[in-house]
C-alpha cells in the first residue's frame, strides 16, 4: 500500500482540525459546503469523479424542500406520498399537512406521487414530484391500470430510495400517523 493516502489522510484530518478551532473558517466552510451540496453542477462532478450511480438510490440528491434548513437534510429518509387518487379540493389541505409533519417531526423528505394537476401546489413547498398516469385515462387493455401503478412505485422507490410509502387518499388517514413516526424519538 502506498504512503500516499495515510499521509493524505493525516494532512485532511489536521486541516479539519484547524478548521473546527476557527468559528469564522467553519462558518465560511458551512456556507461552502452547503452551496456544493445544493448545485446540481456540483452534484454531477461529484457523481462522475467519484463514479457515483445517481440513477441507483439517487435520493442523496433530492431536496427537503423549503421548510426545513441547515445541514444533513440529505442524511433523512426519502418517503413517497402518494396523492392518487385524492380528490382536487383536498390536495392543498393534504400538501399542507404533509408540510406540518415534516417541520414538526424533521424526520423525512417528501416525493409527492400525483395522478392529477396539482404541480404548483407541490412547488410552493420546493418537493419533488413524479407523475403516474390517473387512471381514468389509462387505456391499455393488456396491462391493467394496478399492475402499472404497482410497477411505478417499485421503480420510484427504488429510483429515489425511499424508505416508505404513505397514501394519503383522504385527509384524516392513517399515512399522517406514519409521517409523524418518523420523527426522532424523545
Known amino acids: 500500500m502506498s504512503p500516499l493516502p495515510a499521509r493524505a489522510a493525516r494532512l485532511a484530518q489536521g486541516l479539519v482540525r484547524r478548521v473546527r478551532a476557527n468559528p469564522t473558517a467553519e462558518r465560511l466552510g458551512g456556507r461552502v459546503a452547503g452551496r456544493v451540496r445544493d448545485s446540481r453542477t456540483a452534484r454531477e462532478v461529484v457523481s462522475r469523479v467519484f463514479d457515483l450511480d445517481v440513477t441507483v438510490g439517487g435520493s442523496v440528491f433530492l431536496s ?16 413517497l406520498v402518494l396523492l392518487v387518487g385524492a380528490a382536487d379540493d383536498d390536495v392543498p389541505e393534504l400538501l399542507e399537512k404533509v408540510a406540518q409533519e ?21 412547488r410552493q413547498y420546493g418537493w419533488p414530484v413524479d407523475f ?25 422507490r427504488r429510483g429515489y430510495g425511499a424508505v416508505a410509502l404513505v397514501e394519503l387518499g383522504e385527509p384524516d388517514g392513517l399515512g399522517l400517523d406514519v409521517l409523524a413516526s418518523m420523527g426522532a424519538a424523545g
Not at 434548513?69 to 440529505?74: K, T, V, Y
Not at 403516474?132 to 420510484?156: F, H, K
Open 64 to 79: 427537503a424542500g423549503r421548510l426545513l434548513g441547515g445541514q444533513g437534510l440529505d442524511n433523512l429518509p426519502v418517503v
Open 102 to 122: 415534516q417541520v414538526l417531526t424533521g424526520g423525512f423528505r417528501p416525493v409527492v406521487v400525483l395522478d392529477s394537476d396539482h404541480f404548483g401546489a407541490v
Open 132 to 156: 403516474v398516469v390517473p387512471r381514468s385515462a389509462w387505456t391499455d387493455p393488456e396491462v391493467a391500470w394496478r399492475d402499472y401503478l404497482r410497477e411505478r412505485l417499485r421503480a420510484m
